[in-house]
């Protein structure tokens, strides 16, 4: 089973960065993109960044040009965040799967497809 674990997670002021990391435990052959969910306080689970095997990424409308997904050969996955806001603040999860174009619906953690991390809290104060 693959694992994926998050970190880099913290408290930054608006306008900030941060950037998270996730390592999987091997490299997911059957889970080749890589991705990052995030859980706002009080709304449901939304897909922020994903990123294919041969570096394909697509990005949330309200990331686009702040946020940057990247991997390398190894096992991880790279968010690169920048000038970021109060309504970034929530859990970030990674994910892994063949393709990830699903949203959990509701809460992150629920999701019934791919690999997930355990979350990292992103807190951005005004």
């Known amino acids: 089973k693959v694992q994926l674990v998050e970190s880099g997670g913290g408290s930054v002021q608006a306008g900030g960065s941060l950037r998270l990391s996730c390592t999987a435990s091997?490299?997911?052959?059957?889970?080749?993109?890589m991705g990052w969910y995030r859980q706002p306080p009080g709304s449901d689970c939304e897909m922020v960044s994903t990123?294919?095997?041969?570096?394909?990424a697509t990005y949330a409308d309200s990331v686009k040009g702040r946020f940057t997904i990247s991997r390398d050969k190894a096992n991880t996955v790279y968010l690169q965040m920048s000038d970021l806001k109060f309504e970034d603040t929530a859990v970030y999860y990674c994910?892994?799967?063949?393709?990830?174009?699903?949203?959990?619906?509701?809460?992150?953690?629920?999701?019934?497809?791919?690999?997930w991390g355990q979350g990292t809290q992103v807190t951005v104060s005004k």
């Open positions: 994910a892994a799967d063949r393709f990830l174009v699903r949203v959990p619906d509701g809460e992150c953690w629920t999701a019934d497809f791919g690999y």
């Open positions: 091997r490299f997911p052959h059957d889970a080749a993109s």
């Open positions: 990123i294919t095997s041969d570096g394909a």
